[in-house]
């Protein structure tokens, strides 16, 4: 059964940073490519950043470019966000997904996999 988790929301003030951390179980997790997605209130849900079983391939949203960076440890199964510069426009919540493919996914079609998800919210 695959299982992913996020963990590491919270409520912070604009220029804080976070980093958000999702964890997978019941896969050969170095296998997969992994997306950040987030879907603000009211809003559909957007990708983020994505990850490649390479971990030099990346996906940057242009929203996020420059301030998020994602990243992966196979050793632990997790995949990060680290997030900097956060800005009131960054609130939503967050999810990963993960998909066993050699490219990486931008888009949320792309993923079979999801986690529940965890909130950012970021004040002014």
């Known amino acids: 059964q695959v299982q992913l988790v996020e963990s590491g929301g919270g409520l912070v003030q604009a220029g804080d940073s976070l980093r958000l951390s999702c964890e997978a179980s019941?896969?050969?997790?170095?296998?997969?490519?992994v997306g950040w997605f987030r879907q603000p209130p009211g809003k559909e849900r957007e990708v983020v950043a994505a990850i490649g079983r390479n971990p030099d391939r990346t996906f940057y949203a242009d929203s996020v470019r420059g301030r998020f960076t994602i990243s992966r440890d196979n050793t632990k199964n997790t995949v990060y966000l680290q997030m900097n510069g956060l800005k009131p426009e960054d609130t939503a919540a967050y999810y990963c997904a993960a998909v066993y493919t050699s490219v990486v996914v931008a888009t949320s079609s792309g993923y079979r996999y999801w986690g529940q998800g965890t909130q950012v919210t970021v004040s002014a």
């Open positions: 019941g896969l050969t997790f170095s296998s997969y490519a």
